[in-house]
């Protein structure tokens, strides 16, 4: 009679080759897709962006009233209003808000073109690359719209400082000291939103789009 041994019968179930569910070139077209998408998502998102602040820019540009609350602020500061001072002011306000706009448009068209590399690309060693380099490309997005506040408040102090010593205005006004540290603290609060904006945004589709790197990583390795 065979003696059964039921060590022996888990040695061997344990040596057996366990076949995977899905093939490592079914599991990278899986990741492929996904990623495809979270890459998509991140255009769609940033086109919106892009198509809102547009649609305010034009909506200001034909309101005649858009400048009046900044130079409201001065007038209070003892700034004289003058037509050169408001035609110097909407310059500056339009040139900012196209500089803006022309890097967000700048970025939505990279999103665009790193989606179509990576939707056409097969090669899996490519496609890794492809991933890395879009993001890149998104942080690049979110460290320079930041960089872009702390740009636009300096630019609004520098000019505010100019008008001061323009029209002779003592430059330590305490009217002046308090609006460059309601600005300083605007500027701060407005870069901790914008943070938190694209950390849970465009840091959920990032996350995801990581562990698929991650994971195509290793199906490369092997």
């Known amino acids: 009679m065979y003696d059964f041994n039921l060590d022996d019968f888990k040695k061997t179930w344990q040596e057996q080759d366990v076949q995977s569910k899905y093939a490592a070139s079914e599991i990278s077209e899986m990741l492929h897709k996904k990623s495809r ?3 998509k998502y991140i255009f769609w998102i940033s086109l919106a962006e ?3 602040f547009f649609c305010l820019g034009i909506f200001y540009i034909f309101q005649s009233e858009s400048n ?6 001065l007038r209070k500061l003892g700034v004289q209003e003058t037509p050169e001072l408001q035609q110097s002011f909407e310059k500056l306000y339009l040139s900012l808000k196209l500089v803006s706009l022309i890097i ?4 939505v068209v990279q999103f665009y073109l790193n989606y179509k590399k990576i939707k056409v690309q097969d090669n899996l060693k490519l496609l890794i690359l492809q991933i890395v380099k879009f993001r890149k490309t998104v942080n690049a997005f979110i460290f320079i719209n930041i960089f872009l506040i702390f740009a636009f ?4 102090t520098g000019f505010v400082f100019h008008i001061f010593s323009e029209q002779n205005i003592a430059l330590t006004h305490p ?3 308090g609006f460059i540290v309601g600005l300083i603290f605007t500027t701060l609060l407005a870069i901790v939103l914008i943070w938190l904006y694209y950390k849970i945004v465009y840091g959920i589709i990032m996350r995801k789009l990581g562990r698929n790197l991650e994971e195509l990583r290793k199906i490369e390795e092997e």
């Open 153 to 156: 408040t300096g630019v609004l």
């Open 37 to 39: 998408n979270y890459v």
């Open 50 to 52: 892009f198509l809102l």
């Open 104 to 107: 967000t448009a700048y970025f």
């Open 175 to 177: 009217k002046l000291i």
């Open 68 to 73: 009046s609350s900044f130079l409201e602020l």
